[in-house]
């Protein structure tokens, strides 16, 4: 195959591994190799990222912002639905990886490219996320994944090869983890992280503020939203990557969003990861109770019964398949009428709802009270009662 390939776009972070696959590629498929680096809010140096591309072969690289499109395409999306995988990964890095496919497709079409290239491992999640994206967009296109090829089968032997090529790259052995980063969260894994038995060191976190170390005055925060979608923060209209970005230094600043789990991956093993999302974990507690006085009881249960098989969808990677589609279009259709104001306590790691109110309210003071109304005569409850325990009543019977 290394002599059929001409030209290969690489989704590149400029971290250690895409770093050595850029070297690798050109060294072992003699190709022109473009890079393609995604600006989804990480705050990287992407002028040093261009030079690293460059000094270590590139014979072009694309860097583009696509903060907004990932979260208001992607990201408020998932959160509409409230999607959580295993009920407590709020999908980060998963949501984040068929954006960066869809656009290195994009790229080598108009590149004339024949393969595309990515850096994740034969173990993980991420190269099936890239891999259905890719071929949902292009069926033909060829793609070449370095870890299911190449004898570098560890961190220490990616630093070392770097090392020898003069590559420079940020990770070290006192810091090995594999981090990735987006407007929506930061994860970390590998190193010490790899005994599910050690604690994450306080020095691994990047973005939030310890729990302990927070102010010691709770902050109140008000969000409004439409259709599902939050649309102003403090009573100030912010665009979609604002208000997350806003969001994430409030919930930082009060050490909110930290989670350690262990996690189910695709391929069949369980890996654990330490994850940093502040702003997202605001976001879903705000969405959850505007949608408590805006959704009707049966629709959202059946919406919730969903969110499992819709959170797994995301997390295995099939953001473009049909079926994900037609749960999108029914989660949207349930947040026609979710527009209101939420406001929310911030202290000390917790996220708290003390208010929520709206035009579209479902609930009715006058019927939920427990002092004297006129709407409501609970003697009517006493046959709603008697009719759902008859079939209780009649097994019973049959037991005596």
Same mark, same amino acid.
């Given at each position: ?11 590149? +972070? ?40 460059? +000094? &270590? ?7 583009? *912002? ?14 509409? /639905? ?6 407590? =990964? ?7 990886? #068929?954006?960066? /496919? ?6 080598? @079409? ?19 996320? $890239? ?5 949902? @967009? ?26 020898? @090529? ?10 090995? =983890? +594999? ?26 976190? &990047? ?22 979608? #939050?649309? &102003? ?15 994430? $230094?409030?919930?930082?600043? @009060?050490?909110?969003?930290?989670? *350690? ?19 997202? &974990? ?25 969110? #499992? ?28 009428n979710v527009s209101g104001r939420v406001r929310l306590e911030l202290y000390r ?18 019927? /939920?009270? $427990?002092? *004297? *109304? +006129?709407? =409501? ?6 046959? $709603?009662?008697?009719?759902? /325990? ?11």
């Amino acid at each position: 195959m290394a002599d059929k390939i001409k030209k290969v776009v690489l989704a590149y +972070s400029g971290g250690l591994d895409t770093s050595v696959i850029l070297k690798w590629l050109i060294e072992t498929y003699q190709c022109e190799v473009i890079t393609f680096s995604a600006d989804l809010g990480q705050n990287d140096d992407f002028d040093q990222v261009k030079q690293n591309a460059l +000094s &270590t072969g590139a014979s072009e690289v694309y860097i583009e *912002d696509l903060s907004e499109t990932f979260v208001k395409e992607y990201v408020f999306p998932v959160f509409r /639905a409230n999607a959580i995988y295993e009920g407590q =990964y709020l999908l980060g890095t998963a949501i984040a990886r #068929p954006l960066i /496919a869809k656009r290195q497709i994009e790229i080598a @079409h108009h590149e004339g490219a024949d393969a595309v290239s990515h850096g994740a491992t034969g173990k993980g999640n991420d190269q099936v996320r $890239f891999e259905l994206s890719y071929l949902a @967009h292009d069926p033909q296109i060829k793609i070449i994944a370095p870890w299911r090829e190449w004898n570098l089968n560890s961190r220490t032997k990616l630093m070392e090869y770097a090392k020898t @090529h003069g590559i420079n790259v940020p990770a070290t052995r006192e810091r090995p =983890y +594999s981090v990735d980063c987006n407007l929506l969260h930061i994860s970390y894994e590998g190193g010490i992280l790899e005994d599910p038995w050690n604690a994450a060191p306080n020095d691994i976190f &990047t973005m939030t503020v310890a729990p302990q170390a927070a102010p010691d005055e709770p902050e109140m925060v008000e969000l409004t939203f439409s259709s599902g979608n #939050p649309v &102003t923060l403090n009573g100030e209209k912010l665009s979609p990557a604002q208000l997350l970005k806003s969001l994430n $230094f409030l919930g930082a600043k @009060h050490g909110i969003g930290r989670t *350690d789990i262990v996690e189910n991956r695709f391929v069949g093993m369980k890996s654990r990861g330490v994850y940093e999302t502040p702003g997202g &974990t605001i976001l879903r507690v705000a969405h959850m109770a505007i949608e408590s006085i805006t959704l009707d009881r049966e629709v959202m249960h059946l919406r919730d019964s969903l969110i #499992p098989k819709y959170s797994e969808l995301i997390y295995y990677g099939f953001w473009f398949a049909p079926e994900m589609k037609i749960l999108q279009n029914m989660v949207d259709m349930t947040q026609q009428n979710v527009s209101g104001r939420v406001r929310l306590e911030l202290y000390r790691g917790n996220c708290r709802v003390v208010g929520r109110k709206s035009d579209n309210s479902l609930y009715r003071e006058d019927f /939920a009270t $427990f002092e *004297d *109304d +006129s709407v =409501y005569s609970q003697k009517d409850a006493e046959g $709603f009662i008697r009719l759902n /325990a008859l079939r209780l009543r009649i097994q019973k019977m049959l037991e005596s």
